[in-house]
Nanobody, 124 residues
Framework: VQLQASGGGLVQPGGSLRLSCAAS????????IGWFRQAPGKEREGVSY??????FYAPSVKDRFTVSRDNAKNTVHLQMNSLKPEDTAVYYC????????????????????WGQGTQVTVSS
């Protein structure tokens, strides 16, 4: 199992970025994928989650971020719009141990595999 996150960078407030998580060694239909972020000095925070028939978002990103899957490429995307300085963090994708329900998706302990992270910096 491997997860490769990419697409981070420096963007001005109000701008957009699209993160990608390329998965290998398993099929996306069988497991959920979560996006997390961690800012310096802060705990890792769940941002979004997707599996078959379910998409969840943290309140702080709802209506600004959109998670999607490309099964043909075994890749999950996180489209981030209207970015704010407080979105600055290292973003990670992770594969859940199973398909998670709403009360479970934000807990890092429910994820068995993690990608290496990609830096997102929102600054003018």
């Amino acid at each position: 199992v491997q997860l490769q996150a990419s697409g981070g960078g420096l963007v001005q407030p109000g701008g957009s970025l699209r993160l990608s998580c390329a998965a290998s060694g398993f099929a996306l239909d069988d497991y959920g994928i979560g996006w997390f972020r961690q800012a310096p000095g802060k705990e890792r925070e769940g941002v979004s989650y997707i599996n078959v028939g379910r998409k969840f978002y943290a309140p702080s990103v709802k209506d600004r971020f959109t998670v999607s899957r490309d099964n043909a490429k075994n890749t999950v995307h996180l489209q981030m719009n209207s970015l704010k300085p407080e979105d600055t963090a290292v973003y990670y994708c992770a594969r859940a141990s199973s398909r998670l329900i709403f009360s479970e998706w934000r807990a890092p302990r429910n994820y068995a595999y993690w990608g290496q992270g990609t830096q997102v910096t929102v600054s003018s």
